[in-house]
Antibody, heavy 121, light 112 residues
Framework: QVTLRESGPALVKPTQTLTLTCTVS??????????VSWIRQPPGKALEWLAL???????YYSTSLKTRLTISKDTSKNQVVLRMTNMDPVDTATYYC?????????????WGQGTLVTVSS | QSALTQPASVSGSPGQSITISCTGT?????????VSWYQQHPGKAPKLIIY???NRPSGVSNRFSGSKSGNTASLTISGLQPVDEADYYC????????????FGTGTKVTVL
């Protein structure tokens, strides 16, 4: 059974760095083609793709946010980590991690339940 | 990268068919057959219902179908049911300079 679970702080202050962890089970992060992405959704708003890491540790970032994002993975711990620097109240959102079987195509087939991050002083 | 354009809302009566459009550009929807669609019920994570324009994942109802023409992709829901009332999002691969994905603005489907 494939599952993904996000974890991290519910509240961060402006200018701080956010670190989120996605813990996966039911599949291996080292399987050829396997990818995990981070996607966020501000309250009442649309989804926004943030970053993707593939089985070979190639990293891809949203063009508009790439200077603030770092994605990494620890295959032995079955975890994918997203760091976002210089947090601002507009970054308040539910952050999801999602699996993809290939970097291009196939869709995000499994999602975590999401974790709400509020940015406020 | 600008978001793909979807109608804010679409409604229909039970049993009817509805179509949701997703308009992009020649750099995303128009250039790649990598459009996927997601259904999201309130307070829940999105669920993949169509990938690579026309393909349905295992377990997804065949009442959902996808298509594409030029820079516009479409999701059709036939035999509309109350359980279909949800938000729907499209997304497209856009690899003009590097791998990137863009989501649509979202459509609220109401079953009358």
């Amino acid at each position: 059974q494939v599952t993904l679970r996000e974890s991290g702080p519910a509240l961060v202050k402006p200018t701080q760095t956010l670190t989120l962890t996605c813990t996966v089970s039911g599949f291996s992060l080292s399987t050829s083609g396997m990818c995990v992405s981070w996607i966020r959704q501000p309250p009442g708003k649309a989804l926004e793709w943030l970053a993707l890491i593939d089985w070979d540790d190639d990293e891809y970032y949203s063009t508009s946010l790439k200077t603030r994002l770092t994605i990494s993975k620890d295959t032995s711990k079955n975890q994918v980590v997203l760091r976002m620097t210089n947090m601002d109240p507009v970054d308040t959102a539910t952050y999801y991690c999602a699996r993809k079987m290939t970097a291009v195509g196939t869709g995000f087939d499994y999602w975590g339940q999401g974790t709400l991050v509020t940015v406020s002083s | 990268q600008s978001a793909l354009t979807q109608p804010a809302s679409v409604s229909g009566s039970p049993g009817q068919s509805i179509t949701i459009s997703c308009t992009g550009t020649s750099s995303d929807v128009g250039d790649y057959n990598y459009v996927s669609w997601y259904q999201q019920h309130p307070g829940k994570a999105p669920k993949l219902i169509i990938y690579d324009v026309t393909n349905r994942p295992s377990g997804v109802s065949n009442r959902f179908s996808g298509s594409k023409s030029g820079n516009t992709a479409s999701l059709t829901i036939s035999g509309l049911q109350p359980v279909d009332e949800a938000d729907y999002y499209c997304t497209s691969y856009t690899g003009s300079s590097t791998l990137d994905y863009v989501f649509g603005t979202g459509t609220k489907v109401t079953v009358l």
